[in-house]
């Protein structure tokens, strides 16, 4: 069955599948790139990697308004519950769990989580998604690191990396992390959000294909890919 994947920009995606709207890292009230106000959204599920205001987004409005079931890590999913969301399904790094539209499991993210707040947020993760036949690595915020490798081997379709540099991996790292994984196709996000992430997606892209097995998509903030 096909699933389509919406980049809204910076980190944020809307996947949809088998009926099923999955938002991640829903950073769009104070997003100047996202096409579209938190209000006008509509998800069943929202996944969070990590607890910075840039990627919790947000999560609270869109959870109460639609009752969306939050997916994060353990401490996320407490901090959620002072905040009034009940509806919540704590994972942790390297499990995974089958939902009705299909399976998510938490792999390793280096990079910091606290909460808005200053609350702990927990480890930051990234998300290897199977729906159907289709793999979807989204790698959230992260350096590179070696496992990818192994993450890799699981058979990626869709690798989502971020390319912005100084607060993730930057575009010579973020090729290095294509070569690891070796997906059928990657898409590069966080950058151009903020000036200290600006970078040039086209270039990048041109490096994937020429140095890399992988097809490179750069999408505009609202565009959707089919797979």
């Given at each position: 069955?096909?699933?389509?994947?919406?980049?809204?920009?910076?980190?944020?995606?809307?996947?949809?599948?088998?009926?099923?709207?999955?938002?991640?890292?829903?950073?769009l009230t104070g997003n100047?790139?996202?096409?579209?106000?938190?209000?006008?959204?509509?998800?069943?599920?929202?996944?969070?990697?990590?607890?910075?205001?840039?990627?919790?987004?947000?999560?609270?409005?869109?959870?109460?308004?639609?009752?969306?079931?939050?997916?994060?890590?353990?401490?996320?999913?407490?901090?959620?519950?002072?905040?009034?969301?009940?509806?919540?399904?704590?994972?942790?790094?390297?499990?995974?769990?089958?939902?009705?539209?299909?399976?998510?499991?938490?792999?390793?993210?280096?990079?910091?989580?606290?909460?808005?707040?200053?609350?702990?947020?927990?480890?930051?993760?990234?998300?290897?998604?199977?729906?159907?036949?289709?793999?979807?690595?989204?790698?959230?915020?992260?350096?590179?690191?070696?496992?990818?490798?192994?993450?890799?081997?699981?058979?990626?379709?869709?690798?989502?990396?971020?390319?912005?540099?100084?607060?993730?991996?930057?575009?010579?790292?973020?090729?290095?992390?294509?070569?690891?994984?070796?997906?059928?196709?990657?898409?590069?996000?966080?950058?151009?959000?903020?000036?200290?992430?600006?970078?040039?997606?086209?270039?990048?892209?041109?490096?994937v294909e020429q140095e890399?097995?992988?097809?490179?998509?750069?999408?505009?903030?609202?565009?959707?890919?089919?797979?």
């Amino acid at each position: 069955m096909t699933s389509k994947v919406t980049w809204l920009s910076h980190s944020a995606f809307l996947i949809e599948h088998e009926g099923a709207k999955l938002l991640i890292d829903p950073f769009l009230t104070g997003n100047p790139l996202c096409p579209i106000k938190a209000k006008e959204i509509e998800a069943d599920y929202i996944l969070v990697s990590h607890g910075h205001g840039d990627h919790i987004g947000d999560t609270v409005a869109i959870a109460k308004r639609t009752g969306a079931m939050v997916i994060a890590n353990f401490e996320i999913c407490n901090w959620l519950d002072t905040q009034g969301i009940k509806n919540v399904h704590p994972q942790h790094i390297g499990g995974g769990f089958d939902y009705p539209w299909g399976r998510v499991k938490l792999t390793i993210a280096h990079h910091g989580s606290q909460l808005p707040d200053g609350s702990y947020g927990g480890n930051p993760c990234g998300f290897l998604l199977t729906l159907g036949d289709t793999k979807i690595y989204h790698a959230c915020d992260t350096g590179l690191f070696y496992d990818m490798k192994l993450i890799g081997e699981e058979g990626i379709d869709l690798a989502i990396l971020p390319i912005g540099d100084n607060f993730t991996m930057g575009p010579d790292d973020a090729l290095r992390a294509v070569q690891l994984l070796e997906p059928a196709t990657v898409i590069p996000i966080h950058y151009n959000t903020f000036e200290v992430i600006n970078q040039d997606p086209e270039q990048w892209a041109k490096r994937v294909e020429q140095e890399s097995s992988a097809k490179c998509r750069v999408l505009k903030p609202g565009e959707t890919l089919e797979l």
